[in-house]
C-alpha cells in the first residue's frame, strides 16, 4: 500500500507499450493497490495506469462513481491485461491527463465499449461499459500502448492550456 | 534573458515557419509560446520568444528582415515583460455563435461577457458557406469566476444572439483528468 509519484513528460516509460502480467500474485495485487491508492489522492483523478507510476506492466485503475458524465459505472475497478473486443460510436470530448501537465486536448472515443480483462482476483471478465467510464478506459488502456491523449488529438487547435491545477 | 513578441503574416506558402524559426535559432532565441494558423489564405504566426541579454527588438526584427522580404511578410517584433502576467481563475466554458454574417457580431458577445466579469482566453472565428450566404462562426474559450452562473451569461447570451439573429450558446468545457 503506497502512494506513488505519477510521472509526467518527458519519463520513457509513457511512450513505451507495457508487457503483460503473467499471473496475479502478491506483486499484481500491490500494484493494484498502488494504483488505487496514488488514484485516490487526486480527488479529480478517475484513472491511472500503470506505466504512469513507472511500472511498465498492463495494470490500471479506474472508478468514475458520482461522475456526471457516467452512465454505466463499475465502481472502483483495477484491470490487468485489458484489451478492447468492442468499440463503437466516436464522440469528442476534452481530456486532460496527470502525466501531461498544463495541457488538455479534444479526443474522440468510441462511447460503447466491450473490454475483456483480468481483475485483481484472477478472474478473466467481460464487461460492458459506455460514456464516460468508456472514455475513462480507452484513456487508460492507451497508457498501456504508450499513447497520450496528445497522440489522438483531433487537430492542432484542439489543445488546450489546462486552468485549474488539481 | 529578454522576452520578444514576435508577428508575422503573409501569402500562405512552404517554407514560412522554417525561414522565420531559422533566425530565431540563429539569434540564440527559444520558442517559448506559438500560435500559427491560415486566415483567409494568410499565415499568421504569433510567437513569444526568450533570446540572449544582448539581443533587442531593434536587432531582432532586422535580422528576421532577410525572410520577411523573400516570403512578403509583415513583420514586428516588440519587446514584452519577462514575467508571466497571469490570467483570472474559475470555471472553464466554450460560447459558440453561428449564423448570417454581419458586422459587430464579435464586438456584441465579447461585450457583454466583458461587462458580466468573464474573462476571454480563446477565439477563432470563420466565415463558411456559399459566397453569397456565409455564415459567421466564432468558437470562444472563457473564464467565468466563481460569483458568476453561467446559465445566467447563458441565458443573456441567448437574448442576445435573439436581438442578433445567431445562434448563441455556451457549455461548460471543464477537461476530465482520466
Known amino acids: 500500500m503506497a502512494v506513488r509519484p505519477v510521472l509526467r513528460l518527458p519519463e ?6 507495457a508487457m503483460s502480467v503473467v499471473g496475479i500474485d502478491d506483486t499484481a495485487r500491490a500494484l493494484a493497490q498502488d494504483l488505487v491508492d496514488t488514484m485516490r ?3 479529480a483523478c478517475v484513472g491511472l495506469a500503470a506505466p504512469q507510476i513507472g511500472v511498465g506492466l498492463r495494470a490500471f485503475a479506474v472508478d468514475v462513481s458520482g461522475h456526471r458524465k457516467a452512465r454505466s459505472c463499475h465502481g472502483e475497478l483495477v484491470l490487468f491485461n485489458a484489451e478492447v473486443v ?3 460510436g466516436p464522440v469528442v470530448a476534452r481530456e486532460g491527463c496527470m502525466s501531461v501537465p498544463d495541457l488538455t486536448g479534444d479526443v474522440a472515443r468510441a462511447t460503447r465499449l466491450v473490454v475483456r480483462g483480468i481483475t485483481v482476483d484472477g478472474e478473466d471478465r467481460v464487461l460492458h461499459v459506455d460514456a464516460f467510464e468508456a472514455r475513462a478506459f480507452q484513456h487508460e488502456i492507451d497508457h498501456l500502448d504508450g499513447l497520450l491523449f496528445l497522440d489522438r488529438v483531433v487537430s492542432a487547435d484542439a489543445v488546450f492550456h489546462r486552468k485549474v491545477y488539481r | 534573458m529578454g522576452h520578444f513578441a514576435v508577428s508575422a503574416v503573409g501569402a500562405d506558402q512552404p517554407g514560412i ?13 527559444n520558442i517559448e509560446d506559438s500560435s500559427m494558423s491560415i486566415l483567409r489564405g494568410h499565415f499568421a504566426m504569433m510567437l513569444v520568444v526568450a533570446g540572449p541579454d544582448d539581443l533587442d527588438a531593434a536587432r531582432l526584427e532586422q535580422a528576421l528582415g532577410d525572410p520577411a522580404r523573400d516570403l512578403d511578410l509583415v513583420l514586428a517584433v516588440r519587446a514584452i515583460d519577462d514575467d508571466v502576467p497571469t490570467s483570472p481563475e474559475g470555471d472553464q466554458w466554450t460560447v459558440s455563435v453561428y449564423g448570417a454574417d454581419r458586422p459587430g457580431i464579435v464586438h456584441e458577445v465579447t461585450k457583454l461577457l466583458a461587462e458580466a466579469g468573464v474573462n476571454v482566453t480563446d477565439v477563432t472565428t470563420r466565415v463558411i458557406g456559399d459566397a453569397d450566404r456565409p455564415v459567421y462562426a466564432m468558437l470562444l474559450d472563457a473564464t467565468l469566476p466563481p460569483t458568476i452562473a453561467g446559465s445566467e451569461v447563458g441565458r443573456r447570451l441567448d437574448e442576445l444572439g435573439r436581438t442578433l439573429g445567431v445562434e448563441c450558446a455556451m457549455h461548460p468545457s471543464e477537461a476530465d483528468i482520466l
Open chain 1, 86 to 88: 468492442l468499440a463503437h
Open chain 1, 12 to 17: 520513457a516509460v509513457l511512450k513505451q507499450p
Open chain 2, 17 to 29: 515557419v522554417a525561414a522565420v524559426t531559422g533566425v530565431l535559432v540563429g539569434t540564440g532565441c
Open chain 1, 41 to 43: 489522492v487526486s480527488p
